[in-house]
């Protein structure tokens, strides 16, 4: 994915992907597997549906490892709990253990918080900074379907979401700077695109009705391969 968390930009990049989600398929391991052990920093997404859907919203889990490898997890809410929930884990180094799927996914049984933090590895720039104040640039980059010209809002409605001007009131500068006494904002925060994807909706987009799923973290590349053509990265 290029981690959309770890980058050692000085910008944050936030990515607006324009597929929205229901409960993905997942098959189920092979017999007899046995459980195994991985480490890694564990990065949580969260998916919508699409607007009017009766469809609930996923939650993506991923085990990004060294080497830049990374590994879709399947956790049940109740391994979330008994680890602490997901703000205890949220962008920190974990072993999880559990059976291999035959997609390549890993079932997870339990999660062990590390005490300590690698230096290096994806996402470990934020996983390692997780209290902010001062100026905190988001970098946003609007992506759409190479076969989908639709544009479901336009730039200049972003740029006023986020906005702190106070014409645009209320805003997402404005919401991080009352919650953080004033101790944080994202000032001088950009909005880019927008930008076409190299692949349609349908490369991306799998399945229908309960059983549509989308790839996020094709969807996540190509729209940061998109903009990084761009001079907005510069």
Request: charged share 15%; hydrophobic share 35%; net charge negative.
């Amino acid at each position: 994915m290029r981690h959309v968390d770890g980058c050692r930009s000085p910008l944050t990049l936030l990515l607006l992907l324009l597929t929205l989600l229901s409960a993905a398929v997942i098959s189920a391991p092979p017999a007899g597997a046995a459980e195994s052990e991985r480490s890694g920093v564990l990065h949580i997404v969260h998916g919508d549906p699409p607007p009017g859907s009766s469809a609930a919203p996923i939650t993506l889990y991923t085990l990004w490892e060294a080497g830049d490898r990374h590994t879709r997890l399947t956790i049940p809410n109740y391994v979330i709990a008994s680890a602490g929930g997901e703000q205890a884990l949220r962008q920190r180094a974990v072993t999880v253990r559990g059976t291999a799927r035959d997609d390549a996914r890993l079932d997870v049984s339990s999660i062990t918080l590390q005490q300590a933090q690698p230096d290096d590895g994806p996402f470990m720039a934020s996983a390692n900074a997780l209290a902010v104040s001062g100026s905190q640039r988001w970098y946003t980059i609007l992506c759409k379907f190479s076969d989908v010209s639709d544009e479901p809002q336009s730039q200049s409605w972003f740029n006023s979401l986020i906005s702190g001007s106070s014409t645009s009131y209320p805003g997402l500068d404005h919401y991080w700077r009352e919650v953080s006494y004033n101790q944080s904002n994202i000032g001088g925060s950009t909005v880019n695109g927008w930008f076409n994807l190299p692949q349609p909706r349908s490369f991306y987009v799998t399945g229908s009705g309960s059983s549509q799923t989308a790839d996020l973290s094709a969807l996540a590349t190509d729209c940061t391969n998109a903009a990084g053509g761009s001079s907005v990265l510069s």
